[in-house]
């Protein structure tokens, strides 16, 4: 049975972050009889680190590695089937890249065109933004002399348009994450700046394949059903005119593409699921639906958008101050014990190295024993490990005093703890920590253009309007809290997926049946889970429902202890949070007890 009518066109995404598999590229372009290419690398933190190398060498800035490995491996292949690129590789320096591409293509003899859009780097207009506003915390803004980069997250437009004028590659810098997906759309299928509902669902195909495998197995929380992670497949989705898309992967591949993978995807780092504002539509999964129509294919449809808001949201990095950490191996008989002792006495005697230089102390600390379940708080079990890591890390406006920090706990292996080891090598430094400042910016206030070898086209960002979350109309769902039942944990339930969204976390929670949400419902109200996560600290958490999905997205806000580079934590983007969550008691019939 053929679900899809009408044209389609296959995407295939071979980068979900910088420094993805090797593999994804040439696996998709040999097996996966796709029309697009297109890979996502940018990051807050990404950008940062690029704009350090501009600072460095004019002609840098961008991932280099898509050039000199990436395209000079399969540009021929690439060129052979017809396959067109879109990539943000292009990072600081989309201009430069682009060039790289050029001269790429000409060493080895193709005829592809290069096209590149700018307009996303404010980083030199600063001091024009300085009376804004951080969007979550009202915090005011950074010091321009503290400013690493300052980057609008563009939409599609630029892209769609750049295919237009027939590029067969196409470089951005900063944008929305799903854009390369989406741009190539709009372009395929002729969509309008107002065709919101496709505009979401080509949206929504962005952000299922933008993380690459997380889509095809990856991070799955049924793990163990998911054959062959040394080939595992990368996704592609084939998506129709009408905004939806069946998603599968290479044939021969390993990995899964199911209900569960696909769900958890579509949940990872998301905050309000009915508003999830990108440059170019408002879109509301809320009530997406997620069907398995084959063997690792499962069609995602039905979602809905609305009119996109009049500004960008912009990413300031800047820099405050530094930090240090390292991991150090400690076994035997109380190992966590010994590990924690190590800690408090390394840091004892730096801060009294710090008071007799009448240097400040250090501004944060963090010591986690892993293996000891210190990252669960009050729900870590009392295992009495063998075998633990020790990490300690700090922060100090000073680097000598991380250096001697870090120093001071390298001793430990000859004057602590029995038991004390780890593999020799490079020892840690101290590096910048670099934080995130996100505001909004009128688009109109920043101009897009598109490049090609015969000039320039500046491009008009679609006008936008003003949005109230307030009018929506939320969604609820069934809850039942049977007296006299029996506890289970959550995991028998459902399935769970978290990630960052700054210094925010998100928890997205699925039930595998229909029938299983009531319960869910009734056990996970936004306060229990604000009193189970409390640990980690945040400041509030809310819940959303996703009816379409049967599924609750939950916000943890301030979660994460600065997020990104800017935290201690072992875990700085959330990533373990489902699986915490995954343990919360859920009280259920006893009949259906007997049944998981």
């Not at 990072?91 to 592809?112: F, M, S």
């Not at 101009?447 to 003003?466: D, L, Q």
């Amino acid at each position: 049975m053929s679900w899809v009518t009408g044209k389609t066109i296959r995407i295939g995404c071979a980068s979900g972050f910088w420094g993805d598999s090797m593999m994804a590229a040439p696996q998709l372009i040999h097996k996966g009889e796709i029309d697009y290419l297109v890979f996502d690398y940018l990051a807050e933190i990404t950008m940062s680190i690029l704009a350090r190398q501009r600072a460095k060498d004019p002609a840098m800035g961008y991932a280099h590695d898509f050039v000199s490995v990436t395209m000079a491996q399969h540009l021929k292949a690439i060129a052979d089937q017809g396959i067109k690129v879109i990539s943000n590789a292009g990072g600081v320096n989309p201009a430069a890249c682009a060039g790289a591409l050029e001269a790429l293509i000409a060493e080895q003899g193709l005829d592809l065109k290069v096209a590149w859009v700018t307009g996303d780097d404010l980083t030199d207009r600063t001091r024009e933004f300085a009376g804004l506003k951080e969007m979550f915390s009202g915090a005011g803004f950074p010091p321009a002399d503290k400013i690493m980069s300052m980057n609008a997250y563009l939409g599609a437009r630029p892209i769609a348009a750049a295919l237009s004028q027939g590029a067969d590659i196409v470089v951005t810098g900063r944008g929305v994450d799903s854009a390369v997906t989406l741009g190539a759309c709009m372009h395929e299928f002729g969509w309008n700046d107002d065709d919101y509902d496709k505009l979401a669902g080509g949206s929504l195909a962005g952000h299922i394949v933008e993380c690459g495998a997380q889509a095809t197995g990856g991070l799955f929380t049924d793990w163990d059903k998911v054959e062959r992670w040394e080939n595992i497949g990368y996704p592609i989705a084939e998506v129709a005119e009408d905004g939806s898309f069946v998603l599968t992967k290479p044939e021969g591949t390993g990995g899964l593409v199911s209900f569960g993978t696909v769900a958890e995807q579509m949940v990872y780092e998301i905050g309000d699921p009915q508003a999830y504002i990108l440059a170019d539509v408002i879109c509301d999964f809320s009530g997406v639906r997620i069907e398995e129509v084959g063997v690792n294919s499962v069609r995602v449809s039905n979602a809905k958008g609305r009119v996109p808001t009049p500004t960008y949201k912009c990413s300031v990095t800047y820099f405050d101050g530094y930090r240090a950490g390292t991991y150090l191996a400690i076994g035997g008989i109380d190992a966590a014990a010994k590990a924690r002792k190590t800690a408090e006495a390394v840091l004892t005697r730096a801060r009294e190295m710090l008071r007799v230089r009448n240097a400040p102390d250090f501004t944060e600390t963090s010591i986690e024993v892993i293996g000891a379940e210190d990252s669960y708080g009050p729900h870590a079990r009392d295992l009495n490990p063998r075998t633990v890591i020790l990490k300690l890390a700090a922060k100090h406006e000073d680097q000598f005093a991380l250096s001697m920090l870090l120093r001071e706990l390298v001793s430990s292996g000859t004057s602590m703890a029995p038991g004390t080891t780890g593999m020799g090598g490079t020892r840690a430094k101290p590096s910048p920590v670099v934080r995130l400042f996100s505001c909004l910016v009128l688009k109109e206030d920043v101009p897009v253009s598109v490049h090609t070898g015969a000039g320039e086209e500046r491009i008009a960002a679609a006008p936008g309007g003003a949005f109230d979350p307030g009018v929506l109309d939320r969604p609820g769902g069934p809850e039942e809290a049977p007296g006299d039942g029996a506890d289970v944990p959550l995991v028998k339930l459902a399935y769970g997926r978290s990630g960052d969204k700054g210094n925010s976390a998100n928890i997205g929670i699925i039930a595998r049946k229909p029938e299983y949400l009531p319960y869910i419902r009734a056990g996970l109200t936004a306060e229990a889970v604000a009193g189970y996560m409390a640990h980690v600290g945040h400041t509030g958490v809310t819940r959303f429902d996703l009816p379409g999905i049967n599924g609750l997205n939950f916000l943890l806000t301030d979660a994460l202890g600065g997020g990104g580079i800017a935290s201690l934590r072992n875990d700085p983007q959330g990533k373990g949070y489902a699986q915490m969550l995954l343990d919360f008691p859920v009280r259920v019939p006893t009949s259906l007890k007997a049944q998981l």
